[in-house]
């Protein structure tokens, strides 16, 4: 695993969330970008490194698809309810 090359942005709150709850799972970026293109959401290595590491916005559209893949609440990327899904 390499170590963030840049410090965190502020372009949103839920990439460091991505990555937390990726992790939780032990899910390499390759295949959550696998899930998101199965979902018809084009998003490359590099967008979405920019993403986790907060300096690119996230479209509604994409947080929808992540919270179903990474089976968290929407509101929960966004830093406003409990982490898993039906509580």
């Not at 899910?27 to 970008?33: C, G």
């Not at 959401?41 to 947080?63: A, P, W």
């Amino acid at each position: 695993m390499r170590l963030r090359e840049y410090p965190l942005g502020n372009r949103n709150i839920v990439g460091a969330r991505v990555t937390e709850a990726r992790r939780r799972v032990n899910m390499p970026q390759r295949v959550l970008l696998a899930k998101m293109q199965v979902k018809g959401i084009e998003l490359n290595t590099s967008g979405l490194s920019k993403l986790e590491g907060q300096h690119r916005y996230v479209m509604d559209f994409e947080l929808a698809a992540l919270a179903d893949i990474l089976d968290v609440k929407v509101d929960w990327l966004l830093g406003r309810d409990d982490y898993i899904k039906g509580k």
